[in-house]
């Protein structure tokens, strides 16, 4: 079994639907295909905005949102690789950044993210939602609006939270928001997802370094024709139809809920379970965990790097601990297609093999 929290298990009807002839782009039948798939993931965004479907991994569209926004200073809220990722990345768009850093396992504090704001110097905020190597979920319709407050927009990368979490793209008013296919989605890597505010768009089209394959006004121009500015993976569109199928017949409240009760199996465990009492902790604290991903703090006297091996030898394949915490930590990924009953079972092989690497 496979709770890697990213790529995520896909089933196999899913897989099976790549197997499917090749289809020209510029032709209907494509141009159905990417309908169907874009109509479904504004039912997973909660908008009524188009969804960009793009033939990039999720970085792809993080990078597409910092090329569209507006120009000015970024300020990145780092909790973690992926939120540190965004920094590298603003950067790396010339972009001068500020970085609020807390330590890996929390999230960033609103009123440090005010306090920054208020010296009216950015115009981009940036900050992971769900922040996969620490197992922390941070409020983006807060972020949002916080950065509205002081005349800025966020860059919300849900890339572990769309599908899992709660995201209410249009309630929450959010800016600009991207997730990828491999995640909670499940569906294989290598399509990423994106949608821009009406005014976030209208001001993309006066950025002047887009670039091409990251432009978001292209991505838009073709989107509402159903179709891409380039050949996409047409295979993965196949695959990303047959995933919606399943997401939509479930609908996202009970989607949610359901990794939410993932998440509680693994807090039971950890508080008043077997877990807790061979030592193992939760990295992120309550209130903040994230419903997709859990990251487990491995007593010395076990190793997270031999209890990851253990389990794997006993049939369970978990994400090793990112960077600086893989000594320290494991990775459960309990989203998209998995339940409360496999996530169980999982724990109790964690068991099994931490048990056996304490006596
Ligand atoms: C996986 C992940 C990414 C990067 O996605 P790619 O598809 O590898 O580009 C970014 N942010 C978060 C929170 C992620 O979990």
Redesign the pocket.
Known sequence: MFFV??PTEVRPEVLAAMTQPMIPHRSAAFEALYARCAARLQTVFRTTRPVYIHTA????M?EAGMRAAPAGRVLSLVNGA?SG?YATIARSCGREVEEISVPWGEAVPLERVEDALRTGRFAVVTG?H???TTGVLQDPQAITALARRFGAVALI?S??GLGGAAVETDAWALDYVLS?S??AIAAP?GL?FAVASEAFLAQAADQPARGRYLDLIELDTFAAQHNTPATPAVSLFYALDVALDRIVAETMDVRWARHHAMQHAVERWVEAGEGGALGIGLLAPKGIRAPTVSVLTIPTGIGAERLWAAVRDRGVTLGTGYGPLAPTTVRVGHMGEHTVEGVEHALQVIAAAARSLTT
């Open positions: 929290p990213g991994s999720a970085t792809g993080m992926f990722r992971a769900s922040e996969t990368d890339v572990t990828g491999q995640k890597p990423s």
